[in-house]
């Protein structure tokens, strides 16, 4: 057995008998211990249910109808809730919470045959980028140790990465999937506002988290989107649409190509980026150059909204029912603010404050309100774009894996690392984060966007473009330590 | 003192839903259940846990605009009200704030003295209710309990249309008859169903301006809201006319005291950082429910009083009494349905039904005489069978048992009298017992007569039909 291995491979391999799917759990084990000390992508391991879970999907693959991710390995980010392992979302606030459920994505994905290994490191309630948020420590850049896999699903992308797990679950509010994708190589997909469950998915921003697949392929993405999407009569904010279907045929699309997002860019980035459109090109695709408005303003807007949902989102860890409650108060009022201090960290603390500053009265109008308006053009500048194009081709992150700590004091400076991804999330749009090169050695990604449930030319763009690429298949060698 | 002094009040009524699961969840909703029992991880506001809005609590919401006549939004918003509470699990309370169901309508309300007067609503939200604080149960801290928490509740706001205490205790109790007419809300006011906040000010007779105005909180039986405003009216009055200044504030009724007491000031009011839940899309109400909501819409009580009116040729205060309410108007129609005489059922349900009823501090819909008994004896009083105090001895007859009309007529042997032989000799033996009395009527004193038709009552126990004992006398004696 050998790690970096698709899905097809590990489907045809564990039907052929080539291996058990006991045997194949055990090995990611292995892997993850030999390897998680070094880059913490995983908070939770789940050793033993995992393999009791492999045990009955090799008697299910026995069967003559084994479900489609029979006894292949999945990693959970640590928000989306487990009934009886749990659920942390990365924070001294929920360090020993076990939920009494497990999330819709949780149980498709069971029901699908897959056997979680565990629950992914990530930023503390999913709020970073940089994956430095975590109680639970940061996680390495499996390419390269000093430097940070990017947030907030961090632990997600580097488990995967790392070759820990052939799949990985993430979310992604602002890019928290499509950045660390990029900044670690692998492919990951944010699918439209409503395409996948959000029930049993700790929120941060609510009108803007969407859970995703994470994975070293666009086909791969594809498998694992098959099972997490789908209408949930438990999220009011599920959309009744039908399943994610590939083209049949393979089209020629048109991508729009906003030229004007790239001036500022870190040269060798937008290199990477007119690489791959020239790839598109010979792949018989038009490029049409198009213009973005008001993307400059997204960002600003992005923290508003994002903050303001966050603030009353986290209101109901007060202590009082579960999570974290402090030692010793001495009234109502300081029980709630002990606990809370102590449950929360420094980012999750800035967000509260700055999302209830701008509900409260006074300032509704000129940050709620203005940002509702500046989303609302995003969107229908990304609308009017997809009147004349099938997909756009951007950038996903202004740099490559920077170093651990290099941002850490400047938080204005790492919102900015979400520049390319945030207009994305405010517009509920789907978008592929996949590799397109490197730089230095480190990778560089870039996304393809569609129209809302439009995953399928999506990911038939990714998949094109995969096929003509190897970027994708490049992994870090992680035999010692990485070099200095 | 009063006299030159008018009150202006408005009220806010929290309705409780009837419905069988919470607003956002499917726990079924019941009082007096183990507390945390009946809360599921949404109540519990467990992390990742969403709402999803329950359609039987939008309909109830409709009718209720419907029977006011007012608009219905056609998309309406659930907003987040945020404030921290141990009973409050998310930390906000989902609530309606600038985008209510139900816009401006109007009630009619019926005064004591029978006049109506129309009200004002000036909208109705939807909201959750919270849980409840629990302090006797353990020795050194206080409990939660989130049975509660969920339960729907239609706030009802009126604008300050009403003048006095009076006044706005027959509100609440309009709407309290409303809402159980239309079967969105059961009405029970011990179980905390409906709960009525009172805004009151006092102003100069003749100035058009409002006073600075208190809140009255939690105020849940229509006399406690009268006695309370009552209080509170004189407090202000007091205060203005010896030259004081009434304070903005949240004030309590204490019921054993019957006064007012302040609870918080409202002068900096709260800042609950209302906006629009993102878990919950705005609710768009499509033509085709609300066609299907009016379909379901039972009579309402206007429209039934014109019909009791038009086809039971009743006089209008006592059709206004018989629809004041759901119960007394099912229980009237049925019993009529059955055949009985409309203006003597209308007669006996506002009379002796009635007193009975108030004896034994019931209500109408928990009368021990069913609308058939009721029929019935209402026809053996048509025929005569019965005279009405007869009909009341059987009426009480069958208050204690479940016996038909003629099993206690024939037990108690108190067919009315109006075989003619038979009161012939009744009233022959009474003409021979008092010639004295014969003789003055047969001088003119007419009026003794009805001495004797009593005495003839009474010999036959109360069973002769008085009118034909008249009619024979007068007859008899050839007057």
């Keep these: ?484 | 003192m009063t006299g030159s002094w008018e009150p202006v009040v408005g009220i806010e009524v929290h309705v409780q839903l009837a419905t069988r699961s919470k607003i956002f969840s499917s726990t079924s909703v019941e009082f007096g259940a183990e507390p945390n029992t009946r809360a599921n991880l949404i109540d519990l506001a467990m992390p990742g846990a969403l709402p999803v809005l329950n359609e039987e609590v939008v309909s109830m919401a409709v009718k209720f605009g419907l029977a006011i006549d007012a608009e219905i939004a056609e998309t309406c918003v659930f907003d987040r009200k945020n404030y921290f509470y141990p009973d409050l699990p998310k930390g906000y309370q989902i609530s309606q704030f600038e985008s209510p169901i139900v816009g401006r309508g109007q009630l009619p309300v019926f005064l004591e003295d029978g006049s109506v007067r129309d009200i004002g609503i000036t909208r109705a939200h939807l909201e959750e209710d919270a849980g409840k604080s629990v302090h006797d149960r353990f020795a050194e801290s206080t409990g939660i309990d989130l049975n509660r928490a969920g339960t729907p509740l239609l706030e009802i706001v009126t604008e300050p249309d009403m003048r006095s205490a009076a006044e706005a205790a027959a509100c609440f109790k309009q709407l309290h008859s409303l809402v159980s007419w239309l079967g969105i809300c059961d009405g029970n006011l011990a179980e905390g169903s409906m709960r009525c906040d009172a805004n009151v000010s006092v102003r100069p007779v003749g100035d058009k301006t409002f006073g600075e105005r208190t809140e009255i909180k939690n105020i849940n039986s229509f006399r406690f809201v009268e006695r309370a405003l009552n209080y509170e009216i004189e407090r202000q009055i007091d205060i203005l006319e010896h030259g004081g200044e009434v304070v903005r504030e949240t004030r309590q009724y204490d019921a054993g005291r019957d006064m007012t007491f302040s609870m918080r000031s409202k002068e900096l009011s709260d800042d609950y950082r209302y906006f629009p839940d993102p878990d919950l899309l705005p609710l768009r109400l499509s033509t085709a429910f609300l066609d299907y909501v009016r379909s379901t819409m039972p009579e309402l009580p206007q429209q039934k009083l014109e019909r009791f009116v038009e086809d039971f040729t009743l006089v209008r205060p006592v059709a206004v009494r018989l629809t004041r309410d759901h119960d007394i108007a099912k229980f009237y129609e049925t019993t009529v349905a059955l055949g009985a005489d409309p203006q003597i059922t209308a007669n006996w349900l506002l009379g002796e039904v009635a007193a009975a009823l108030n004896r034994e501090e019931k209500g109408y819909d928990d009368v021990p005489v069913s609308p058939q008994q009721l029929a019935d004896l209402m026809k053996r009083i048509e025929d005569k069978t019965l005279s009405s105090s007869l009909a009341k001895e059987v009426f009480e007859g069958m208050w204690s048992s479940d016996k038909s009309v003629d099993e206690i007529i024939e037990d108690r042997g108190l067919r009315q009298l109006s075989d003619v032989d038979e009161l012939r000799s009744l009233v022959e033996s009474v003409i021979n017992e008092h010639p004295e009395q014969v003789e003055q009527v047969r001088g003119g004193a007419t009026k003794v007569i009805g001495y004797l038709v009593g005495q003839v009552m009474k010999t036959s126990q109360g069973k002769a039909d008085p009118k034909k004992v008249n009619d024979l006398l007068r007859r008899l004696l050839n007057i």
């Design chain 1, 1 to 484: 057995m050998k790690p970096f291995v698709g899905v097809r491979e590990l489907r045809t391999d564990l039907q052929a008998k080539k291996y058990s799917a006991v045997e194949l759990t055990q090995f990611y084990l292995d892997r993850i211990a030999d390897l998680n000390d070094r880059i913490n992508c995983f908070i939770t391991v789940d050793t033993e249910r995992c393999l009791e879970r492999a045990a009955v999907a090799d008697r299910q693959l026995a069967s003559s109808h084994p479900q489609p991710l029979c006894g292949i390995p999945i990693a959970h980010k640590d928000l989306f809730c487990t009934a009886g392992v749990r659920t942390t979302c990365a924070s001294n606030m929920l360090k020993s919470f076990i939920a009494p459920y497990d999330a819709t994505v949780v149980k498709q994905i069971s029901d699908a045959g897959a056997i979680s290994l565990g629950k992914t490191n990530m930023d503390e309630f999913a709020m970073g980028s940089s994956n430095e948020t975590s109680y639970f420590g940061g996680v390495s850049n499996p390419w390269n140790m000093k430097r940070v896999p990017g947030g907030s699903s961090g632990g997600a992308v580097a488990s995967v990465a790392s070759g820990m797990t052939p799949l990985a679950t993430g979310s992604d509010t602002g890019g928290s999937i499509r950045q660390p994708a990029s900044l670690c190589g692998v492919t990951g997909l944010k699918p439209t506002y409503g395409r996948v469950s959000r029930f049993g998915m700790i929120a941060f921003a609510s009108s803007l988290d969407q859970g995703g697949p994470i994975a070293h392929s666009a086909d791969d993405v594809y498998e694992l989107l098959a099972a997490m999407e789908g209408h949930d009569p438990q999220d009011s904010t599920s959309a009744r649409v039908k399943e994610t279907v590939l083209p049949t045929r393979e089209r020629r699309y048109v991508i729009g190509y906003p030229e004007s997002l790239l001036e500022g860019l870190d040269e060798r980035i937008a290199e990477r980026i007119q690489q791959a459109r020239r790839q598109f090109e010979a792949l018989g695709h038009k490029i049409e150059v198009i213009e973005l408005p008001y993307i400059d303003a997204a960002v600003a807007a992005y923290y508003v909204l994002s903050s303001a949902e966050a603030s009353t989102n986290l209101a109901r860890y007060d202590g009082v029912r579960y999570g974290h409650r402090t030692e010793t108060s001495e009234d109502l009022l300081d029980m709630y603010c002990r606990s809370r201090t102590e449950g929360f960290g420094l980012e999750v603390k800035r967000r509260i404050l700055t999302g209830t500053y701008s509900l409260s009265v006074g300032y509704f109008d000129a940050y709620y309100l203005k940002a509702q308006k500046i989303r609302r053009l995003v969107r229908d500048g990304f609308l009017a774009a997809f009147e004349s194009v099938d997909l756009i081709l951007a950038p996903v992150t202004p740099t490559t894996a920077f170093e651990i700590g290099s941002l850490r004091s400047d938080p204005v400076e790492m919102y900015k690392q979400d520049l390319y991804t945030i207009p994305v999330s405010l517009a509920g749009l789907p978008a592929l984060s996949l590799p397109c090169g490197f730089i230095d050695g480190l990778p560089v990604g870039m996304q393809l966007i569609g129209p809302h449930f439009g995953e399928g030319d999506v990911l038939a763009g990714g998949m094109a473009f995969q096929r003509e690429t190897d970027w994708h298949e490049q992994h870090p060698s992680l035999d010692e330590p990485s070099a200095p």
